[in-house]
């Protein structure tokens, strides 16, 4: 596609319910990134993917974050029994996978979570 | 660690006025540093980045930063500030990671700009 889309662009979930987000990364991008923006905070790393590998797993919060990515392209986060500070916009961004230099990524609009 | 920070939280300026955004990151080899615009409901829209070279980069906008490694600063200005740049501005730095890619943020700089 023309750029980064997630789905939904909005998302109120009850607490203690699983949530999936959807990032469609552009086409032909192997790198794809995933980052929680929460209210007067900055963008907090969660996983990063390299095709349908996650070899950072590192940023995920806790046990009830999981994401996966599928024939190189569509990926999604699952956020189980959710909580109320995993209420924050969550963000895709997509980059070609260069060796040189450091190719520039290219975010989504995210996705709002509001767990009431 | 790799890391960003961006001091000041909130600026407020004048529209025309000059405006400088800080940032200074913590990386022990050359950083790929980069800005990001992210204006009300919209995604982060690339500014400007610097991987080596001219210390001084141009961006889009008339955004300007400069890399100044003694410092490790990469602060970024604009000479004269429109309304329409109001928005939040962050500063990332890109670390290669076991042969990969990582790209750390910073807290973020929010800008209203007054008439």
């Known amino acids: 596609g023309a750029g980064v889309s997630q789905s939904p662009s909005n998302k109120v979930t009850e607490k203690g319910k699983d949530v999936e987000l959807r990032c469609d990364p552009i086409?032909?991008?192997?790198?794809l990134y995933w980052y929680r923006q929460s209210l007067g905070q900055g963008l907090e790393f969660l996983i990063y993917?390299?095709?349908?590998?996650?070899?950072?797993k590192s940023g995920l919060p806790s046990d009830r974050f999981s994401a996966e990515r599928t024939g190189g392209s569509v990926s999604t986060l699952t956020i189980q029994r959710t909580q109320q500070e995993d209420s924050a916009v969550y963000l895709c961004?997509?980059?070609?996978?260069?060796?040189?230099?450091?190719?520039?990524?290219?975010f989504g609009q995210g996705t709002r979570l509001t767990v009431v | 660690a790799q890391s960003v920070t961006q001091p000041d939280i909130h600026i407020t300026v004048s529209e025309g006025a000059s405006l400088e955004l800080r940032c200074n990151y913590s990386?022990?080899?050359?950083?790929?540093l980069f800005w990001y615009v992210q204006s009300p409901g919209q995604g982060l829209q690339l500014l400007l980045k610097?991987?080596?070279?001219?210390?001084l980069v141009q961006g889009i906008k008339g955004f300007e930063a400069e890399f100044k490694r003694s410092q490790s600063s990469f602060n970024l200005r604009k000479p004269s500030v429109h309304w329409s740049d109001a928005a939040e501005y962050f500063c990332?730095?890109?670390?290669?990671?076991?042969?990969?890619?990582?790209?750390?943020f910073g807290a973020g700089t929010r800008l209203a700009v007054h008439p």
């Open positions: 990332a730095v890109g670390a290669k990671e076991r042969g990969y890619n990582k790209l750390i």
């Open positions: 610097y991987f080596s070279g001219d210390t």
């Open positions: 990386y022990g080899a050359t950083p790929y």
């Open positions: 086409s032909g991008h192997t790198a």
């Open positions: 993917f390299q095709g349908n590998s996650a070899p950072d």
């Open positions: 961004a997509s980059s070609s996978s260069g060796q040189w230099g450091f190719p520039e990524a290219f």
